[in-house]
C-alpha cells in the first residue's frame, strides 16, 4: 500500500495511505532517511499501524547538515517560505543560508516578514530586504496575529514548507491558516534573544485541494555541507549568467584571477553583501571538506 507522510515524530512517522486511513508506521533501520512529504510504500499491520518498506523518487529533499549528521526537513515541496521577523533579532546569514538550500533544491523560496505589527524594528528589517526583492524574491509582511491574508496566493496550490529560527511565529501563521492545528506557542525569551523550541515534529495540514503546509521545528543554524562549491555559486541566481565568464572553469570566486563574479561585485552589478555571504559559505565548505 502506498501513502505519503504527514508527520514525523523522532523514528515515529504518520502515513496518509491511499485508502484514506492514517496509520502509525516505523521504520526498521535506525536512520530512517524518512522525511515529511515523502511518498512511501507500507505494509499494513492492523488498521492503524504499519512499516514503511520503501520510500518513492523524490521531486527533491529539503535538508541541513552540518559536520556530524544531516537533519532532514521535507520532501517534494514547490515553495519554500524562509519566515523572519524583528524579533527574536533578525539573522540575514540564515536567512541567506535557507534560500541557498532552496535554490539548490530547485524550489522557489518566499520571504516572509512576520511581526509587522512592531513597525519600527520590521521598517528597519524590511529595508534589508530590499536587496532580496531586488533580486527577484518575494517579500511578503504579514501580522500573524492579525491577518495572514497576503500569504494565501503564494500558497495556493503549492506544497508550502515553513523554515525559520525559533520565535519568528511560524506556529502561529500555522494555527492561523489551519484553525483546528493547536499548533503550540510560546513567548518569547527577551533575555536570550531566541525563541523557545515549540514545534518538536515535523506535520503536514491541508489548506485545500492540492495545497498544503508543512510546519517545521525552528533551528538557530542551517548547515551546508552537504553542498559542493559549484552547486553553491549556481544558487545565488545573480552569479548564474556569470559563472562561464570567469577566466577558470573551477573559478571559486575568492581569490582567483579574472573573476567574472568578483568584478561585477566591483562595478556594482553583483552585491558586494551577497559576495561576502557566499565567500563565507565557501571557506566553511572547504574548511570542513578539509577535515572530513
Not at 42 to 56: A, S, T
Not at 73 to 94: C, D, K, Q, W, Y
Not at 213 to 224: C, H, K, W
Not at 249 to 264: F, I, K, Q
Request: glycine residues 6%.
Amino acid at each position: 500500500m502506498e501513502g505519503r507522510v504527514v508527520a514525523v515524530y523522532g523514528r515515529r512517522f504518520e502515513v496518509e495511505c491511499d485508502d484514506g486511513r492514517r496509520r502509525q508506521c516505523v521504520v526498521k533501520a535506525k536512520r530512517s532517511g524518512v522525511a515529511c512529504g515523502d511518498r512511501v510504500r507500507v505494509r499494513p499491520i492492523g488498521e492503524r499501524e504499519g512499516m514503511i518498506e520503501e520510500i518513492l523518487p523524490r521531486e527533491n529533499l529539503l535538508y541541513r547538515s552540518d559536520f556530524h549528521r544531516e537533519k532532514l526537513i521535507a520532501a517534494n515541496v514547490t515553495r519554500v517560505l524562509v519566515v523572519v521577523a524583528p524579533r527574536p533579532g533578525f539573522s540575514e546569514e540564515l536567512l541567506n543560508r535557507c534560500l541557498v538550500a532552496a535554490q539548490s533544491q530547485h524550489v522557489t523560496p518566499v520571504i516572509v516578514l512576520n511581526k509587522v505589527d512592531l513597525v519600527e524594528a520590521a521598517a528597519q528589517v524590511r529595508q534589508q530586504l530590499a536587496l532580496y526583492e531586488d533580486l527577484g524574491y518575494p517579500v511578503v509582511p504579514v501580522s500573524a496575529k492579525q491577518d495572514v491574508s497576503p500569504l494565501r496566493p503564494y500558497l495556493e496550490g503549492h506544497v508550502a514548507v515553513l523554515v525559520g529560527p525559533s520565535g519568528v511565529g511560524k506556529s502561529t501563521i500555522v494555527n492561523a491558516l489551519v484553525p483546528d492545528a493547536r499548533a503550540a506557542t510560546a513567548e518569547i525569551s527577551e533575555a536570550l534573544d531566541s525563541g523557545r523550541h515549540t514545534t518538536t515534529s515535523t506535520r503536514l495540514y491541508h489548506l485545500g485541494p492540492g495545497t498544503d503546509l508543512i510546519d517545521s521545528p525552528g533551528m538557530q543554524a542551517f548547515g551546508l555541507s552537504h553542498l559542493e562549491l559549484p552547486a553553491l555559486a549556481a544558487a545565488f541566481p545573480e552569479f548564474r549568467p556569470l559563472l562561464s565568464a570567469c577566466r577558470f572553469n573551477d573559478c571559486r570566486h575568492l581569490e582567483e584571477p579574472d573573476c567574472a563574479v568578483r568584478a561585477a561585485a566591483e562595478h556594482g552589478q553583483v552585491s558586494k553583501r551577497r559576495l561576502a555571504m557566499y565567500q563565507a559559505l565557501a571557506r566553511e565548505l572547504m574548511a570542513r571538506k578539509l577535515y572530513a
